[in-house]
């Protein structure tokens, strides 16, 4: 079968050779105001989910974490704290502005060691196969062009028995908020984009991106097919976002 030709940008079709580039910009103009905008959108909750799922990561001490669509370095830091002095962290994201700021953030908070930077593609990762005891992407994979490629990467770096740890908003489960979180999404937060960013068009893209991204048992069957066992996935904040956990066996 053929690969398409075009993929989904919010709620537009584009090329597919097109969608890399278009994240790009949204990702350049965004940086800048990503933390504050983090905290408005979530109110504050998008703190509480990451650590949820560097907690059922399973990383110990002396662990070698990937972090892919890194970011500004949130979840780093906190696998930083799991694999202490004798484990290492790699942030790898395709956007270097966004790297360039996660990069700053902590090593202005003194956090040097153990760490290193990379910028690359999540479906191309230049990382040996089995590098890695754990592969954690926070809200990266849905701006992904072709997901399948970018999972099937990260079984590869992923060591024996290492876990693949993917945070992404999902569906929501409860019908009452679910109401709620569309008025939220679609009402509320490309006006913050606007009043604190200037940028009202990138933040819409962001929240038509979530609703075009498979739901909690697509993304686990999705998994499957790249061929990590045992995936379970965990509901936080009523399905607002969910937490998937492969396993490389």
């Given at each position: 079968m053929?690969?398409?030709?075009?993929?989904?940008?919010?709620?537009?079709?584009?090329?597919?050779?097109?969608?890399?580039?278009?994240?790009?910009?949204?990702?350049?103009?965004?940086?800048?105001?990503?933390?504050?905008?983090?905290?408005?959108?979530?109110?504050?909750?998008?703190r509480l989910w990451k650590r949820y799922a560097v907690q059922v990561s399973g990383v110990k001490r002396g662990g070698a974490v990937l972090d892919l669509a890194g970011g500004t370095g949130d979840c780093a830091r906190l696998y930083l704290d799991r694999v202490g002095a004798t484990g290492d962290v790699?942030?790898?994201?395709?956007?270097?502005?966004?790297?360039?700021?996660?990069?700053?953030?902590?090593?202005?908070?003194?956090?040097?060691?153990?760490?290193?930077?990379?910028?690359?593609d999540a479906?191309?990762?230049p990382f040996r196969d089995a590098g890695f005891d754990c592969v954690n992407i926070a809200f990266g994979l849905r701006n992904v062009t072709r997901r399948e490629a970018a999972l099937a990467d990260m079984r590869r770096v992923l060591r024996w028995g290492g876990s693949a740890i993917i945070l992404e908003f999902s569906r929501v489960t409860l019908p009452h908020l679910a109401r709620l979180y569309e008025r939220w999404s679609f009402e509320v937060i490309p006006a913050l984009g606007e009043l604190v960013a200037g940028d009202r068009d990138s933040y819409r893209y962001l929240v038509e991106s979530i609703r075009m991204f498979?739901?909690?048992?697509?993304?686990k069957t999705m998994m499957e097919a790249a061929g990590f066992g045992r995936v379970e996935s965990f509901n936080l904040s009523g399905g607002i976002v969910a937490v998937h956990r492969g396993v490389r066996i």
């Open positions: 053929s690969a398409p030709d075009s993929t989904d940008f919010g709620f537009e079709r584009v090329a597919v050779s097109a969608k890399t580039e278009r994240v790009r910009r949204v990702f350049e103009s965004v940086a800048d105001n990503y933390d504050v905008m983090n905290d408005l959108m979530s109110l504050g909750m998008h790699t942030v790898c994201d395709i956007n270097g502005a966004m790297l360039r700021r996660g990069r700053d953030r902590l090593l202005d908070a003194g956090r040097a060691a153990g760490l290193r930077f990379v910028q690359a479906e191309r990762l498979p739901d909690q048992a697509a993304l």
